[in-house]
């Protein structure tokens, strides 16, 4: 098949509107948080970096972000330890109900989020009968993140070569010591970018964080969407979903450079099924 | 001396990792013996947390779209009835609902589909390998961009004197203002990578070597297209399609941010989870969604797609 220029020049134009159309209100975002005029008609008049003091000093601010942080690095903690403990299961042994599992795995980010929170949050609160806290909230978002770090392990699993291992155990090293001074250090630019974007899934979650969050607390996508129809809020909000932005998609791409391995939700998992 | 100093004589320098604790190595030993051991403290704690967390819950939540609440304490009371989801599938507003969201659903579906399917040509095959790497990278980013950032944004867009209405005033558009179609787009916008990347996964995966025997053989690109790239790449379409289908029959901050008055299932969950206070009911609602994608699933299984996903 050979496509003629001009049909090659047509597909490239409308890859770069289409990029356009995703590029663009990600970057008016930007945009207003310097935007001087308090209603952000189009265009803008002038240009302030008030909005941006305003939001360093607003201890509301402070506060989501702090517990964002915290629910982030837990959550992260959890799923690393449970994502690598499956992948090894997964990968190394053959047994029953292993399909099962792995089926199990992606099925907190297959169903629509809502699904997941309404689920949790009436096992909390009408079948376990637990008040909502964040651990509540740690409990949710390390429950859907186990599946990005288990995807990153078991794509750099199956690259290894499991005669290392072999050889360390021939060389009368034990399992614990083996793990330790030769799979782990192959798995850990994999952990890290697992790890990463385990981190920013849960940074900025909303749908399940809103039926799993106790009544005074909040996260950063939570104080958003309480300020976001309040109109004297508006410029600190365009300012904290610019923090959001550059908080999800910095890990993304350090992500993208420590591990060859695809880091797409749809690009692993077509890869990890290729393997 | 310096072949010694890297691999020392039994001594004390390495102790840790050589010559440790009793107890631990015969631990060690022991799991070294018994693979299954070995298996059973992998995948305990994983499979465990999944068990007892997630497929609980939503065991839990089947269960509770038959009880009921009492209305004097507002406590969910045990009882089973079949009234909510009576209510659900009978009851003209939620057939409404559930009808406005099902449309919703298949139109984000299809302009993802016609935005997704050249774009994702482009970057398989036409592109350069560097720029193929570049624009992989270009669509990935805001896959993991805030989904609350992105809707927020839209509402920016949508805005009385926003971006579009300055876009669309040149040429005669208006903007179409917060309401169903607004829901459309900024969901159509928000799922679009996810569909870019199935497809784009789909196209690689066709050899070149084919298309080009197929030019040889006289067909012309279309025919091409149509006759050999297609068939292979139905899969990776439905991939692309069961994201984009199932995450908006879901949604429900999409609706509350550009959506004005619009109601979805999500909505009415989120509700009734809030301010009404009725978990049974919500339940109820929420099984709408799982159904279908249930079905959905049950009738691309297949195709093959499910492997794609």
Not at chain 1, 45 to 57: C, I, M, V, Y
Not at chain 1, 170 to 192: H, I, K, N, Y
Not at chain 2, 129 to 141: H, I, N, T
Request: hydrophobic share 55%.
């Amino acid at each position: 098949m050979r496509l003629s220029r001009s049909a090659k020049v047509v597909l490239g134009v409308i890859t770069a509107l289409v990029f356009l159309f995703i590029y663009l209100p990600l970057l008016l975002v930007v945009v207003n948080s310097f935007n001087a005029d308090r209603t952000f008609g189009w265009p803008p008049k002038g240009f302030t970096l008030e909005w941006w003091g305003r939001a360093f000093d607003s201890p509301g601010v402070r506060e989501a972000v702090v517990s964002s942080l915290w629910v982030a690095a837990v959550s992260t903690l959890i799923s690393l330890v449970l994502g690598t403990l499956l992948a090894l299961a997964l990968l190394r042994y053959k047994f029953f109900g292993r399909d099962v599992i792995s089926l199990l795995v992606i099925l907190p980010i297959a169903l629509p989020g809502i699904v997941t929170g309404i689920a949790l949050n009436n096992m909390f609160t009408t079948i376990l009968g637990v008040s909502l806290s964040m651990w509540t909230v740690v409990i949710a978002h390390a429950t859907f993140c186990m599946v990005t770090v288990f995807n990153n392990v078991i794509a750099r699993l199956r690259r290894m070569h499991g005669g290392l291992e072999e050889a360390s155990a021939d060389l009368g090293a034990g399992v614990f010591t083996t793990f330790r001074l030769v799979t782990f250090p192959q798995l850990r630019s994999a952990l890290l970018a697992g790890g990463l974007l385990a981190f920013a899934l849960s940074f900025d979650e909303i749908i399940v964080t809103t039926f799993t969050i106790g009544a005074g607390d909040t996260t950063l996508p939570i104080w958003i969407l309480q300020n976001l129809f309040r109109p004297n809020q508006a410029p600190v909000v365009n300012v904290v979903a610019v923090v959001l932005i550059v908080v999800s998609i910095v890990p993304i791409w350090l992500a993208q450079r420590l591990s060859q391995d695809s880091v797409g939700i749809g690009a692993t998992r077509v890869k990890a099924t290729e393997g | 001396m310096t072949l010694q100093t890297r691999h020392p004589a039994p001594g004390p320098a390495p102790a840790a990792a050589a010559v440790p604790r009793p107890k631990a190595r015969r631990f060690s030993a022991l799991l070294h013996r018994s693979p299954n051991l070995r298996l059973a403290g992998l995948v305990t704690a994983p499979a465990g947390w999944l068990v007892l967390v997630y497929i609980a819950a939503l065991a839990a939540l089947l269960v509770t779209a038959f009880w009921t609440v009492d209305t004097f304490t507002g406590k969910v009371s045990t009882e089973w009835t079949t009234e909510n989801v009576v209510t659900v599938l009978t009851d003209p507003v939620y057939q409404r609902i559930t009808l406005r969201t099902l449309w919703i659903a298949i139109a984000v579906t299809l302009i993802d589909l016609v935005l997704a399917l050249p774009m994702a040509f482009f970057i398989a095959k036409v592109a350069s390998p560097r720029w193929q790497k570049l624009l992989v990278v270009a669509v990935l980013m805001p896959l993991w961009a805030s989904y609350l950032v992105k809707a927020y944004a839209w509402r920016n867009v949508l805005a009385d004197g926003g971006l579009l209405e300055w876009l669309g005033t040149p040429v005669g558009l208006e903007s179409p203002g917060y309401g169903e179609t607004a829901v459309i787009l900024t969901l159509a916008y928000i799922w679009l990578p996810f569909m870019i990347l199935p497809i784009y996964a789909g196209f690689e995966r066709v050899p070149d070597s084919l298309l080009e025997a197929s030019g040889d053989l006289g067909a012309k690109p279309l025919a091409t297209m149509r006759l050999v790239m297609f068939p292979l790449l139905v899969p990776s379409i439905i991939a692309g399609t069961i994201f984009t289908f199932s995450l908006s029959l879901g949604d429900y901050i999409t609706a509350q941010i550009v959506g004005g008055t619009t109601q979805m299932l999500g909505t009415v969950v989120y509700a009734n989870v809030g301010a009404a206070n009725n978990l049974p009911f919500a339940a109820a609602v929420s099984l709408v969604p799982i159904v279908i994608i249930m079905l959905y699933l049950f009738i691309v299984r297949r195709s093959g797609a499910l492997n794609s996903l």
